[in-house]
Nanobody
């Protein structure tokens, strides 16, 4: 069992930056692939970024490549999402997710989810 708690969301202007954190409780955090998804009003939940259990492999949605960076600190049971050059279209609730085994961009493969943190980018 893994519990995930996101933090770091907020209101930022276009071009600004935010860093989201996801703190995990439970054992064996380092064996889980981790990811961030987001859901904007009226839209389906969408993949943002994923990181392998070791942190050596990362994957990004095309829409955030070059602007967002996912990382993890297994000693702190935490995964991060550094978001730079934010755009209004990045506005959404951001969710942290965990799955056993390899990373994936498919939300249905993830076993555990956080409650989400709101990110709002003003134009």
């Amino acid at each position: 069992q893994v519990q995930l708690v996101e933090s770091g969301g907020g209101l930022v202007q276009t071009g600004g930056s935010l860093r989201l954190s996801c703190a995990a409780s439970g054992r064996a955090f380092s064996t889980y692939g981790m990811a961030w998804f987001r859901q904007a009003p009226g839209k389906e939940r969408a993949f943002v970024a994923a990181v392998s259990w070791s942190g050596r492999s990362t994957y990004y949605a095309d829409s955030v490549k070059g602007r967002f960076t996912i990382s993890r600190d297994n000693a702190k049971n935490t995964v991060y999402l550094q978001m730079n050059s934010l755009k209004p279209e990045d506005t959404a609730v951001y969710y942290c997710a965990a799955k056993l085994g390899g990373s994936s961009s498919a939300y249905e493969t993830y076993d555990y989810w956080g409650q989400g943190t709101q990110v709002t980018v003003s134009s």
